[in-house]
T-cell receptor
């Protein structure tokens, strides 16, 4: 039973356009969310996070949006660059409930076309 | 600045053999996590430690899997006996003061059981 779902296994976007990656969760106790990026043969690297007290967090070209009522978060990359081609994982945790483990989605493979 | 170090990077062995994966976390980090990545289930948490003590091993699939952390700078994940369905990429991650801190991942061990 996947508590964190990334329903799009892959996405292709033209260079310079916006990439939107989506993530849904089912556990209302989750209150901290992260996005990780993973290149082949490397470990995931932290990209951006958001706490449930916010609905948006921005870091350069990357913005994460959180819709708590819909239990949905999204990652926007603007403008997309070929170097952004990677697998993106969303993750959720419930630290204020004392649950420190992250639950990861299955990932979305982004391909940015030059 | 050394990151999380995993060894070996690749392991190929025959069914029934014992497999030991190793991890050196980032110095000063007091949480250590073991994950398994498969196509079907994405990144699954197997077990995590806090200050060398196992906190949650509910993700360990079977008794064939065991993990230890004898000191703050070393952890092992052992599979005995190994089976073909254990083939996956295994990641180790560490973090400092969990509860909102991102985890830092190693580059993983790609395990193939023939």
């Amino acid at each position: 039973d996947q508590q964190v779902k990334q329903n799009s296994p892959s996405l292709s976007v033209q260079e310079g356009r916006i990439s939107i990656l989506n993530c849904d969760y089912t556990n209302s106790m989750f209150d901290y969310f992260l996005w990780y990026k993973k290149y082949p043969a490397e470990g995931p690297t932290f990209l951006i996070s958001i706490s449930s007290i916010k609905d948006k967090n921005e870091d350069g070209r990357f913005t994460v949006f959180l819709n708590k009522s819909a239990k949905h978060l999204s990652l926007h990359i603007v403008p997309s660059q070929p170097g952004d081609s990677a697998v993106y994982f969303c993750a959720a945790s419930a630290p204020t409930s004392g649950t420190y483990k992250y639950i990861f989605g299955t990932g979305t493979r982004l391909k940015v076309l030059a | 600045d050394a990151g999380v170090i995993q060894s070996p990077r690749h392991e190929v062995t025959e069914m029934g053999q014992e497999v030991t994966l190793r991890c050196k976390p980032i110095s000063g980090h007091d949480y250590l996590f073991w994950y398994r990545q498969t196509m079907m289930r994405g990144l699954e948490l197997l077990i995590y430690f806090n200050n060398n003590v196992p906190i949650d091993d509910s993700g360990m699939p079977e008794d064939r899997f065991s993990a230890k952390m004898p000191n703050a700078s070393f952890s092992t994940l052992k599979i005995q006996p190994s089976e073909p369905r254990d083939s996956a990429v295994y990641f180790c991650a560490s973090s400092f003061e969990q509860g909102g801190q991102p985890q830092h991942f190693g580059d993983g061990t790609r395990l193939s059981i023939l």
